[in-house]
């Protein structure tokens, strides 16, 4: 059976630092875009960074470029989110996706090949 699992989620202070991670199981994800997204409570998901499978190629939204960034482990199969100079409007629950080949930044899950169950970050101020 194939898996996402995000952890490294939690409660940290305004400018502080989480990196999350992404464990995918029951296939190899070397071939497979990964993609972060977030929601928050009475909010939309919303795209917030992505990785190609050949890593040459990343993506951001607007709102985490420079203080966030997305790498991968292809030996691990675990792509990770390093999030730097959090903000409370990061506070979101936060997924990640796999998707064979181009990244894809829809928000909609059926769109996408495989789904976590998602971590909670949650930023004071």
């Known amino acids: 059976q194939v898996q996402l699992v995000e952890s490294g989620g939690g409660l940290v202070q305004a400018g502080g630092s989480l990196r999350l991670s992404c464990a995918a199981s029951g296939r190899t994800f070397s071939n497979y875009s990964m993609e972060w997204f977030r929601q928050a409570p009475g909010k939309e998901r919303e795209f917030v960074a992505a990785i190609k499978w050949s890593r040459s190629r990343t993506y951001y939204a607007d709102s985490v470029k420079g203080r966030f960034t997305i790498s991968r482990d292809n030996a691990k199969n675990t792509v990770y989110l390093q999030m730097n100079s959090l903000k409370p409007e990061d506070t979101a629950v936060y997924y990640c996706?796999?998707?064979?080949?181009?990244?894809?930044?829809?928000?909609?899950?059926?769109?996408?090949?495989?789904w976590g169950q998602g971590t909670q970050v949650t930023v004071s101020s």
């Open positions: 996706a796999a998707d064979r080949g181009g990244v894809l930044m829809s928000t909609s899950i059926v769109n996408h090949d495989y």
